[in-house]
């Protein structure tokens, strides 16, 4: 995935920079970057890895020797970001979050426009926000290279673009990602996640809607392009990837993950003697599951995470696995002789969760009943890198279904998305056997847009049914 942050004001900017940064490194693992602007000396910039350290502590000389009135900061899963260009439009500093599935076709086509080269980054791939860039420099001027490089790219571009002039903030098309906007006296900000701001004095002001182009200056935002009616903001944002304390069209990321755990306590009939969340995101729908059924919330492990690294860091998986196992310390009182219904965000692969049931058998518990917060994933995301894996056979359901279909058969995958389908409850059985569940039983696709509570046609539920 990835985050962002930037900040216009009539000040210094640095300090209300690094923190609204920072508060995005729930949302990336591997580079961060800020980039400012001063009239007197211009932009500087600053990216440094941050697989192994905090975004605070690499930035923290950067941050004391960094001066602008404006900036924009960002984490990043994969390519190194902000970017820093200079073309016919002037020096910019250029940040992005999405997908590109046509990045070959683009690239070719921009070739052949006159285009000299790109940088290959160190596992032989361009650079996505350098080819945003590229695009962008095709035009005459940035609203219109902002807009052509939306219309070209197949999949998703949240684009955060800083010039002299002011931050040019452009959502995606099809609004899959948020952009939500912050004003203070003598300052406007603009962020991933809508609560970055809040501890820094901003209040909220407003989201951009779908395609929106905005320029944010000290004194406020300007619309140089209005939103589509159309929109598809990515429904696992509430499930799993947004922070507790986020909302995103004006739904409270918290307030959605309870109502998801009370609508899976409504269909319920096991009766477990504790109700727990897989740390951290699996906790609120816990919450919600137990006030609604009255069965005892409590925590069997903790999650310690100090000096841990995030569980999903490495690269190589069965580093990723070893990680997620060692950060969970078991509670014995909690789980000794208890039966458990434990509620996972989801399930991928199925191989972290399997292993954290196990680690509760061997530390006593008599059942572990799953529960994800989710429908059955049976599409990889064609919108956001939600997954850096290479084939859907990765996905646990796509395996089984093979395992059920057999080799070179043209499966109707709509019959497993459809909870009422024998096809569906097969698939589902065999996986919490798979998996050495006690029970098995996913959320239903209906009652999780109930839990968000806007209109389904507003929301992207790609990965589950398939419908674009």
């Known amino acids: 995935m990835g985050g962002f942050f930037g900040v216009a004001s009539k000040k210094d900017c640095v300090f209300d920079l690094f923190f609204g940064t920072d508060y995005h490194s729930h949302l990336g693992t591997r580079r961060a970057g800020m980039a400012v602007y001063n009239k007197e000396k211009g932009f500087d910039r600053a990216i440094h890895n941050i697989e192994n350290s905090p975004f605070r502590t690499k930035f923290d000389k ?20 902000p970017l820093l260009v200079r073309s016919h439009h002037g020096t910019y500093a250029i940040s992005t979050v999405g997908k590109i599935n046509n ?54 571009i949240t684009i955060l673009l800083l010039t002299d002039k002011g931050i040019y903030a452009a959502r995606d098309k099809m609004g899959r990602t948020p952009v939500a906007i912050g004003k203070k006296e003598e300052a406007c900000c603009v962020a991933f996640e809508s609560f970055a701001y809040l501890n820094l004095g901003y209040l909220p002001e407003r989201e951009l809607g779908p395609g929106e182009v905005v320029i944010v ?39 959605m993950r309870y109502n998801c755990g009370s609508l899976l306590a409504q269909r319920d009939d096991v009766k477990p003697d504790i109700v727990a969340g897989v740390p951290d995101s699996g906790i609120a729908h816990a919450i919600g599951y137990s006030n609604e059924s009255g069965i005892p919330f409590s925590r069997p492990f903790i999650k310690y995470t100090p000096t841990w690294p995030r569980s999903f860091m490495p690269t190589i998986q069965s580093q990723r696995n070893l990680i997620a196992k060692m950060k969970l310390i078991p509670v014995h009182d909690l789980i000794q002789d208890k ?13 972290q969760l399997s292993e954290t049931t196990e680690f509760l058998y061997q530390s006593g518990a008599k059942e572990v009943h799953i529960r994800p917060a989710c429908p059955p994933i049976l599409y990889a995301c064609k919108y956001l890198n939600f997954s850096r894996s290479t084939s859907e056979m990765d996905l646990i359901t796509r395996r089984t279904i093979k395992e ?10 709509s019959a497993y998305s459809n909870p009422e389908t024998p096809e ?27 839990a968000v509570g806007i209109d389904r046609s507003k929301l992207c539920t790609y990965c589950w049914d398939g419908k674009e």
């Open 339 to 351: 039966s458990l219904l434990l509620i996972d965000d989801s399930i991928v692969r199925g191989t």
């Open 404 to 413: 059920l279909e057999g080799e070179g058969k043209n499966v109707n995958l």
């Open 103 to 156: 990045m070959d076709d683009i690239v070719q086509k921009i070739f052949k426009m006159g285009h000299s080269h790109f940088l290959e980054m160190s596992g032989g791939d361009i650079n996505a926000t350098e080819l945003v860039a590229a695009i962008i420099n095709q035009k005459e001027n940035l609203i219109e290279g902002i807009q052509f490089a939306q219309e070209l790219i197949e999949g998703s």
């Open 424 to 450: 569906f409850q097969e698939m589902v059985r065999r996986i919490g056997v798979k998996l050495n569940f006690t029970t098995l039983r996913y959320h239903r696709l209906d009652d999780m847009i109930e």
């Open 217 to 255: 200056t000290p004194e406020g935002v300007r619309t140089l392009v209005n939103p589509g009616e159309d929109m598809k903001i990515c429904t696992f944002l509430w499930v799993y990837y947004g922070y507790p304390s986020s909302s995103y069209e004006g739904i409270s990321v918290e307030k």
């Open 62 to 81: 950067d941050v004391n020797e960094m001066k602008g009135n404006m900036g924009i900061g960002c984490i990043s899963d994969y390519e190194p970001q």
